[in-house]
């Protein structure tokens, strides 16, 4: 896939290296002279110096009618840049394009990401916010992440010795609590790897299993993985007024 990232800074770097590490063609737009001399000397991807908001500039990089760029990823610290180039990028036939958006009224809903036609409007502050909550939520959860807009999301938790999951086909653990509607996608068991599991999969102590469901049925989870008593906020203290410290 013929990608293009706008921003050479500490995410753009970081994107552009994982893509190539993927196979991925890559172009990397920075204004920067020196940084943009940085991510050619040390990435195996092709450098376009100037400002990404700029038509002629994307152009450069393959973005323009007929160009056979398949996904732009706007991920420079200013909302404006990122925003004006997937509009461009959108304009001249790129198909999927993807928008950082520092400033939270960008990524309240979708309205501003339908209106401009770009996929994906994602707000770091927002999604690390996000995270903190759950983490502190249930007590049990190792990662999460959100899926389908925040409705459900996925939790990575370790099965506790005397869980109800522990030694228990999980075929078996549906009838014994109906209530809980969850699926286990995944299981990372120590000495053994990863693997997906079936309904005659048998759960040990410590299997690690990453679990989908609906974020409002996220606490019975912890039933299920041995963890009786819910973990209760009572006072929080939170150092800082920046964005992620208001979400």
Same mark, same amino acid.
């Given at each position: 896939m013929r990608t293009v990232v706008v921003g050479g800074g500490s995410v753009g770097f970081s994107v552009a290296k994982n893509l190539v590490e993927q196979g991925h063609d890559v172009i990397v737009i920075e204004q920067d002279e020196d940084r943009a001399a940085r991510i050619d000397e040390m990435l195996d991807v092709m450098v376009v110096t100037g400002n990404g908001a700029r038509p002629q500039v994307l152009a450069q990089a393959g973005v323009h009618q007929g160009?056979?760029?398949?996904?732009?990823?706007?991920? &420079?610290? $200013?909302?404006?840049?990122?925003?004006?180039?997937?509009?461009?990028?959108?304009?001249?036939?790129?198909?999927?394009?993807?928008?950082?958006?520092?400033?939270?009224?960008? &990524?309240?809903?979708?309205?501003?990401?339908?209106?401009?036609?770009?996929? =994906? +409007?994602?707000?770091? =502050? $927002?999604?690390?916010?996000?995270?903190?909550?759950?983490?502190?939520? +249930?007590?049990?959860?190792?990662?999460?992440? =959100?899926?389908?807009?925040g409705i459900a999301c996925l939790y990575a938790m370790k099965v506790k010795k005397g869980a109800l999951l522990e030694g228990r086909p999980l075929k078996e653990v549906k009838d014994l609590r109906p209530d809980v509607d969850a699926l286990i996608v995944y299981i990372d068991r120590q000495g053994e790897g990863g693997f997906i599991p079936r309904g005659n999969t048998v759960l040990k102590e410590g299997d690690l299993c990453y679990v989908v469901t609906l974020k409002k049925n996220a606490h019975l989870l912890e039933r299920l993985f041995g963890i009786e008593d819910s973990f209760r906020l009572r006072r929080i203290m939170i150092a800082g007024g920046v964005k992620l410290a208001f979400k």
């Open positions: 160009g056979d760029v398949n996904l732009l990823i706007a991920c &420079t610290d $200013r909302d404006e840049v990122n925003i004006l180039s997937c509009w461009i990028a959108k304009k001249a036939g790129v198909k999927h394009v993807i928008s950082r958006a520092r400033s939270l009224e960008f &990524t309240d809903s979708r309205i501003w990401a339908d209106a401009l036609g770009i996929d =994906e +409007m994602i707000s770091p =502050e $927002r999604s690390v916010a996000g995270v903190i909550e759950d983490m502190l939520s +249930m007590r049990s959860v190792i990662v999460s992440d =959100e899926l389908w807009n």
